[in-house]
């Protein structure tokens, strides 16, 4: 298969502002603002020469916009992916790539701000796209609902037991806790305050759910010829997708495969276009909005199946920098903080060059798996290197 | 049935008029046999416009169950906790509905044979045509 974007564009710049839920000092666009600068500092370009924005899961910072504060010189690309959830985070950098690829921008931003008040949470937004009079007559009104009703089935058809949920809360928590950016960091994780917290729609607890946080992340992508001559060290983007295939999709519960979370063509397409496989990827980012739902994505994914969940979902299989499968290196969405997901993009990008608070020795891939909870979804493989 | 009317509303509005007359109603495509759900107005695998609505029996079988702790905004008419079951219908081409559960919550298990009602669920400020299952 062709892959026209395989190491044409690299993560240049990063930058995150996050806040506890409703703190943060300024609003929505005021982050916003001061996380693309940020992502522009990091790499060493003037914000005035940004020209393409891409964000997601129903962002409200139009980039018209931003224009004022960044000093835009032109904007060239002014786009964001379709659907309601994190399933679109990888998405937009494949559209920023392609934009960039095809010459149509040079620098271009994929961001996603969040600030409790501004824009509202993501649940309503996911509501917005999906939850309709079938779901409400039957009591489901929120994604944690429908989460848990495919969990329940995944845990009922393929026997997988509670405990290896919680190896995934582990080594969230683990990573968090020796990340000074996370909300989690420097806290010691109870496994027993995990188990005793109360239902919110079984077999979810209120740790097995993604707690959003006020903040704002970007990343800027520019060409590779052009990240080798900024400040830091390129990360290339391999291959992104995004999508859905037949029989999966805003289908009021009748996917065919239940248990899925609809990752089984994107993943193929990341495969077939990079020649990679499941074993040449180093360490996984994974959008958690529900641990089960977490699980399945890495399924999906090839990295483990339903068969050997049990065996691979263990704690020391799951952390930096001893496990085999490392994920969640900044602690996820569940102990870093959920700024709809943008978080774990930009940890890729920080592990790969070698700055993560829990490096994985060696890391030359890493894969970023969006969210799992949505009928569109998508992946992307990062690189320091082009195979 | 003012079949004018629900011709130009959603594809699914047959669904609602049914079970608020007390029927469940779902589609069927005369082209291909096909059952279809969510509904449609043209049949993606033959591309028949405009599929069937037939009369299907209140009968399935469990394929799915959450019971709901959080008090969710809208849910007060309900009360927590409750269960919400999704059913397949072997009838309806294994398609499946989903609906609040009454009955005994210790039977809940893969392929428990259920029986439903058309009943209304409390949502905010209104009442929603609905379907409650329960074990056969």
């Keep these: 298969m062709a892959n026209g974007l395989m190491g044409k564009v690299a993560a240049a710049g990063v930058g995150v502002l996050q806040y506890k839920r409703a703190g943060a000092p300024y609003g929505e666009r005021g982050v916003l603002t001061r996380a693309i600068v940020a992502a522009c500092e990091d790499a060493g370009l003037d914000p005035a020469d940004v020209d393409g924005f891409v964000s997601y899961g129903d962002d409200h910072n139009q980039p018209d916009r931003l224009m004022p504060e960044l000093g835009t010189k032109e904007l060239r690309l002014s786009t964001a992916v379709w659907g309601g959830g994190g399933g679109g985070l990888l998405g937009a950098f494949e559209l920023a790539a392609m934009a960039i690829a095809t010459g149509q921008c040079k620098a271009v931003v994929v961001y996603r701000a969040l600030v409790q008040g501004n824009s509202g949470r993501l649940s309503t937004a996911v509501m917005a796209h999906h939850v309709n009079n079938h779901f409400i007559a039957a009591g489901m009104m929120s994604p944690a609902q429908i989460c848990a009703m495919r969990a329940m089935r995944m845990a009922l058809q393929h026997n997988l037991p509670q405990e290896s949920i919680e190896q995934l809360v582990l080594a969230d928590y683990y990573h968090g806790s020796r990340n000074p950016e996370a909300v989690s960091y420097g806290q010691q994780f109870d496994i027993e305050t995990y188990r005793n917290a109360r239902w919110i729609a079984e077999p979810l607890r209120l740790f097995d759910c993604s707690r959003e946080n006020d903040g704002a992340g970007a990343i800027l992508l520019v060409s590779a010829e052009h990240a080798r001559d900024l400040k830091q060290k390129p990360v290339y983007l391999l291959a992104a997708a995004i999508g859905a295939e037949k029989g999966w999709g805003d289908l009021l519960e009748n996917d065919d495969d239940y248990t899925s979370t609809g990752f089984e063509p994107i993943a193929r397409r990341l495969w077939e276009s990079t020649g990679l496989g499941p074993k040449d990827i180093d360490v996984t980012q994974l959008y958690e909005n529900f641990t089960y739902q977490g699980v399945s994505s890495l399924v999906g994914h090839g990295l483990i199946s339903w068969e050997s969940a049990v065996e691979d979902l263990k704690f020391d299989n799951l952390i930096a920098p001893s496990g085999k499968l490392p994920l969640n290196t900044s602690g996820g969405n569940l102990a870093q903080g959920f700024i709809h997901g943008i978080n774990i993009a930009i940890e890729a990008v920080r592990q790969l060059r070698g700055q993560s608070a829990n490096p994985v020795p060696d890391a030359k891939t890493c894969l970023v798996c969006g969210g799992p909870g949505s009928p569109i979804n998508s992946s992307a493989i990062f690189a320091n290197q082009i195979p | ?136």
């Design chain 2, 1 to 136: 049935m003012d079949y004018e009317a629900l011709r130009t509303g959603p594809a699914d509005a047959p669904y609602w008029q049914a079970l608020s007359e007390g029927r469940l109603e779902m589609q069927k495509c005369q082209g291909c046999g096909k059952w279809t759900w969510p509904a449609v107005s043209r049949c993606g695998e033959c591309g028949t416009w405009e599929p069937e609505w037939h009369a299907v029996e209140l009968k399935g079988k469990l394929f799915s169950w959450t019971r709901t702790w959080h008090p969710f905004a809208g849910t007060e008419g309900i009360g927590t906790p409750y269960v919400t079951v999704l059913a397949t219908l072997p009838q309806a081409g294994d398609r499946r509905l989903l609906g609040l559960y009454e009955g005994n919550e210790s039977l809940l298990a893969l392929d428990l044979p259920l029986v439903g009602r058309i009943a209304t669920t409390r949502f905010g400020d209104q009442d929603i045509p609905a379907i409650r299952w329960l074990p056969a």
